[in-house]
T-cell receptor
């Protein structure tokens, strides 16, 4: 079974530039998550989709971050404009519908903002 | 969701059992205990979860105390590849399936 795919794996940008990350979840998984992981910390949930609807985006900085999941499959996360503090690993995860089901994580995209 | 407390780091000799403790003294009756781990430069990986009974799978065993205020993840024969950050997470089982990660325990398996 193919895992969660993410691209790019690494990205370096200047502050105030824009950047986009892509995620393709495991086939059949209805729920998709984007996490931000700052060095030395655990992942923090940014947004959660159920199919193409948003379940939780309470910790998404909506003035600069946006995410979409058109057609309920793959998803993009965008930052515009980026700040230095956005330097982090951005992780995508997916899970099947269910109350206790495990989440499967992708390898992440490491973003460096200079 | 209840908060968890884990040691910052632990060492374990290769081939020995690694016992990772987690305190969750404010856990409520409908909260499960989950364990994930994150190997360097990879995304987190699910290990195991439980409600009140001890659980075992091919990766590990989860021992939950009778009062459910603490638990221990056991890797029976640790290898160098088990070196990772281990996260203990307590989660209410409800629609949304949200996980809240803390800082975790850095486990170093040494030869």
């Amino acid at each position: 079974e193919a895992g969660v795919a993410q691209s790019p794996r690494y990205k370096i940008i200047e502050k105030r530039q824009s950047v986009a990350f892509w995620c393709n979840p495991i086939s059949g998984h209805a729920t998709l998550y984007w996490y931000q992981q700052i060095l030395g910390q655990g992942p923090k949930l940014l947004i959660q989709f159920q199919n193409n609807g948003v379940v939780d985006d309470s910790q998404l900085p909506k003035d600069r971050f946006s995410a979409e999941r058109l057609k309920g499959v793959d998803s993009t996360l965008k930052i515009q404009p980026a700040k230095l503090e956005d330097s982090a690993v951005y992780l995508c995860a997916s899970s099947p519908i269910g109350l206790v089901n495990e989440q499967f994580f992708g390898p992440g995209t490491r973003l460096t903002v200079l | 969701d209840a908060k968890t407390t884990q040691p910052t780091s632990m060492d374990c000799a290769e081939g020995r059992a690694a016992n990772l403790p987690c305190n969750h003294s404010t856990i409520s009756g409908n909260e499960y205990v989950y364990w994930y781990r994150q190997i360097h430069s990879q995304g987190p990986q699910y290990i195991i979860h439980g409600l009140k009974n001890n659980e075992t799978n091919e990766m590990a065993s989860l021992i939950i105390t009778e009062d459910r205020k603490s638990s221990t993840l056991i890797l029976p024969h640790a290898t160098l590849r088990d070196t990772a950050v281990y996260y203990c997470i307590v989660r209410v089982v409800e629609y949304g399936n949200k996980l809240v990660f803390g800082a975790g325990t850095i486990l170093r398996v040494k030869s």
